[in-house]
Antibody
Framework: EVQLVESGGGLVQPGGSLRLSCAASGFTFNSHEMNWVRQAPGKGLQWISYISSSGSTIYYADSVKGRFTISRDNVKNSLYLQMNSLRAEDTAIYYC??????????????WGQGTLVTVSS | DIQMTQSPSSVSASVGDRVTMTCRASQGINNWLAWYQQKPGKAPKLLMFAASSLQRGVPSRFSGSGSGTDFTLTISSLQPEDFATYYCQQANSFPRVTFGGGTKVEIK
């Protein structure tokens, strides 16, 4: 069974930093591309970052570029999101999700349960 | 960025009703369209990809159609477990995907 378990969320002051983790199991992590997607309270979904299976290709949404860094450790079967210079508008539940390929229409197939990040003074 | 617009934003329906919701893209996306279901306090769940392909394990009462800019998700006979919010997502500009604002299906 595929499992994605996010951790590392919490309350942080504006301008602060936080590192999210996503522990993967039940599938071959090192052959899967991954995404981070967030959801502000009561709002819709927003894609924020993508990383290829090897980690060599990375993309960010403009809203987080230069502040957030995605990475992965294929030995530890883990995905990370380093978040710096946090703003109130970064308050959201952060989900990690597997990226489906062509056979899944490039959809996000499996999702973790999410971790809440609250940016407030 | 490709904008995705869902309508209606909410719909009230009864168990057994046929429910249809739409998703419109700001430019053509071929059939690179996915649908997700999200229940309160839970993660999104993939229902449909490539506009009309049902994800494994998803009941056949769900169906999707469309191509280009206009897409629909239909629930043929609404069940109690289907009350949720549904999001569309375009993958034409993968990996920079974008989501619609959601359609909430509520109990009448």
């Amino acid at each position: 069974e595929v499992q994605l378990v996010e951790s590392g969320g919490g309350l942080v002051q504006p301008g602060g930093s936080l590192r999210l983790s996503c522990a993967a199991s039940g599938f071959t992590f090192n052959s899967h591309e991954m995404n981070w997607v967030r959801q502000a309270p009561g709002k819709g979904l927003q894609w924020i970052s993508y990383i290829s299976s090897s980690g060599s290709t990375i993309y960010y949404a403009d809203s987080v570029k230069g502040r957030f860094t995605i990475s992965r450790d294929n030995v530890k079967n883990s995905l990370y999101l380093q978040m710096n210079s946090l703003r109130a508008e970064d308050t959201a539940i952060y989900y990690c999700a597997t990226q489906g390929g062509y056979s899944y229409g490039y959809s996000s197939v499996e999702w973790g349960q999410g971790t809440l990040v609250t940016v407030s003074s | 960025d490709i904008q995705m617009t869902q309508s209606p934003s909410s719909v009230s329906a009864s168990v057994g009703d046929r429910v249809t919701m739409t998703c419109r893209a700001s430019q053509g996306i071929n059939n690179w369209l996915a649908w997700y279901q999200q229940k309160p306090g839970k993660a999104p769940k993939l229902l449909m990809f490539a506009a009309s392909s049902l994800q494994r394990g998803v009941p056949s009462r769900f169906s999707g159609s469309g191509s280009g800019t206009d897409f629909t998700l239909t629930i043929s006979s609404l069940q109690p477990e289907d009350f949720a919010t549904y999001y569309c997502q375009q993958a034409n500009s993968f990996p920079r995907v974008t989501f619609g604002g959601g359609t909430k299906v509520e109990i009448k």
